[in-house]
């Protein structure tokens, strides 16, 4: 089993409409979990971060983090063809091994306007 | 700041062929990162060096990979002999630190095809 797994889409949704996108893990002991957005051909940006379980929102985006299931989420909401692009999830145990961050492979969203 | 700059944006060679990718990191930041992505791996991370000191290189996949960082300023991964198995999308990034709110900025990538 990989260690953290993505569905890769592609994604294809109107604009306006609100996304979902998930990633399931393996490893326990991740604590911090991330997601980054990578336009085409450009690399990935730190989009929102979030510490262990629970919810965090920044605007029309909202993290969730469920641990005992080991399952995260990104929303958004009102979803703008501005927002298409490749997101990828990315977790870390912290500690001394903050450096190594495991990604998920991405999710391909197209938001048609 | 310009951010991350890694050059060349794309290059083409031949297998058998040495590669030399290059990055400038971000002005101040101690913390340099040589990543690959593939459709097939995703995002994985090869080497990581700090005050250009090389910490943990067990990403690196073979000897035909090395990477240096002869300053603050420079960083190198270079390939030799390159094969076409190495045909993928290099990323540099740096960072201030290691703390786990720390964000790792990721400079525009090399796109490598080896024929």
């Known amino acids: 089993q990989k260690e953290v797994e993505q569905d890769p889409g592609p994604l294809s949704v109107p604009e306006g409409a609100i996304v979902s996108l998930n990633c399931t893990y393996s490893?326990?002991?991740?604590?911090?979990f991330m997601w980054y957005r990578q336009y085409s051909r450009k690399g990935p940006e730190l989009l929102m971060y979030?510490?262990?379980?629970g919810n965090k929102e920044d605007g029309r985006f909202t993290a969730q983090v469920d641990k005992s299931s080991k399952y995260i989420s990104l929303f958004i909401r009102d979803s703008q063809p501005s927002d298409s692009a490749t997101y990828l999830c990315?977790?870390?145990?912290?500690?001394?091994?903050?450096?190594?961050?495991?990604f998920g492979k991405g999710t391909l969203l197209t938001v048609n306007p | 700041d310009a951010g991350v700059i890694q050059s060349p944006r794309h290059e083409v060679t031949e297998m058998g062929q040495e590669v030399t990718l290059r990055c400038k990191p971000i002005?101040?930041?101690?913390?340099l990162f040589w990543y690959r992505q593939t459709m097939m791996r995703g995002l994985e991370l090869l080497i990581y060096?700090?005050?250009?000191?090389?910490?943990?290189d067990s990403g690196m996949p073979e000897d035909r990979f090395s990477a240096k960082m002869p300053n603050a300023s420079f960083s190198t991964l270079k390939i030799q002999p390159s094969e076409p198995r190495d045909s993928a999308v290099y990323f540099c990034?740096?960072?201030?630190?290691?703390?786990?709110?720390?964000?790792?900025?990721f400079g525009p990538g090399t796109r490598l095809t080896v024929l």
């Open positions: 990034a740096s960072s201030h630190n290691l703390a786990s709110t720390d964000t790792q900025y």
């Open positions: 490893n326990s002991a991740f604590q911090y």
């Open positions: 979030t510490y262990s379980s």
């Open positions: 990315a977790m870390t145990t912290g500690g001394g091994s903050n450096y190594k961050l495991t």
């Open positions: 002005s101040g930041h101690d913390y």
């Open positions: 060096f700090n005050n250009n000191v090389p910490i943990d």
